[in-house]
Each structure stands twice: as C-alpha cells, then as structure tokens.
C-alpha cells in the first residue's frame, strides 16, 4: 500500500482543465453580456470595456495558453467573437465617427443575441478563433 498522495493521470488532468475552462467561458459569456448590454461597468470597481477585453485575454493566455483542450465549440467561437468585435468598436471609437462604426454595431449587435442565446455564428460569414489561434 502507498501512502503517496494519488496523482491524477493526464487525462483526468486534460478533464479538469477543459472543466475549468468551459467554467471560465460561461462566466466570461456572462460579464460580456453585460459590456454589450451597457450594464457594465456598473461601478467604479469594475474595468472599463477595453480594459475588461485586455483582462479576458491575459486570463486565458495565462490560465489555458499552454493546455491541450478540445477544439473550440462553436458556442465557445461565437463567445470569442463577440469579446474580439467589443475590442475592434472600443479601440476604433474616438472623437470623430468612423464610416465603419454603423457596420461594427451591427455585427455586434448580431454577435451579442447569438452570445445570449448560445448560437453558433452563421457559416461562411463569421468567423473566430481563441487567442491561441484554435
């Protein structure tokens, strides 16, 4: 008998990692929600939108950057799609109006009801990966 702690094996460790990782999307599904619902910040501890976006990724990378997870749901895709859309309208907005901001809302509009109701994107038309290129 040994009185080792059990180690788990690599594949229980690859279902822990994609555990904690399908946990980290769907709370992160829910803080964007509220960035594209103009719920959040909803205080002064809360990060701004570009910011939240940088943090979102920085975890990721961070937490998932080097794991062995499955292929990207394409729930999981439309979640990075939206985070990424929010990045390109807060860092393109400024003081002057962009011709291509009516389009981005649009998309991001688009992006948000399909992120609420956990819907693929439309194929052929929109397209994500994770920040690892996946």
Same mark, same amino acid.
């Given at each position: 008998?040994?009185?080792?702690?059990?180690?788990?094996? $690599?594949?229980?460790? +690859? @279902?822990? =990692?994609?555990?904690?990782? #399908?946990?980290?999307?769907?709370?992160?599904? %829910?803080?964007? *929600?509220?960035?594209?619902?103009?719920?959040?910040?909803?205080?002064?501890?809360?990060?701004?939108?570009?910011?939240?976006?940088?943090?979102?990724?920085?975890?990721?990378?961070? $937490?998932?950057?080097? +794991? @062995?997870? =499955?292929?990207?749901?394409? #729930?999981?895709?439309?979640?990075?799609?939206? %985070?990424?859309? *929010?990045?390109?309208?807060?860092?393109?907005?400024?003081?002057?109006?962009?011709?291509?901001?009516?389009?981005?809302?649009?998309?991001?509009?688009?992006?948000?009801?399909?992120?609420?109701?956990?819907?693929?994107?439309?194929?052929?038309?929109?397209?994500?990966?994770?920040?690892?290129?996946?």
């Amino acid at each position: 008998m040994s009185t080792s702690p059990k180690k788990p094996c $690599v594949g229980e460790r +690859s @279902e822990a =990692t994609t555990q904690g990782h #399908e946990r980290f999307i769907e709370h992160q599904r %829910l803080v964007l *929600l509220r960035y594209l619902d103009g719920t959040a910040p909803g205080s002064a501890d809360e990060l701004d939108a570009l910011s939240y976006v940088e943090s979102v990724l920085a975890e990721w990378q961070e $937490v998932f950057g080097k +794991s @062995e997870l =499955t292929d990207p749901s394409p #729930e999981e895709r439309t979640f990075w799609f939206a %985070l990424y859309q *929010l990045e390109e309208l807060v860092e393109t907005s400024g003081p002057y109006i962009d011709p291509h901001e009516k389009r981005l809302m649009d998309i991001l509009v688009e992006g948000r009801e399909l992120l609420r109701h956990r819907q693929p994107l439309p194929e052929h038309r929109l397209m994500a990966t994770r920040p690892d290129g996946s």
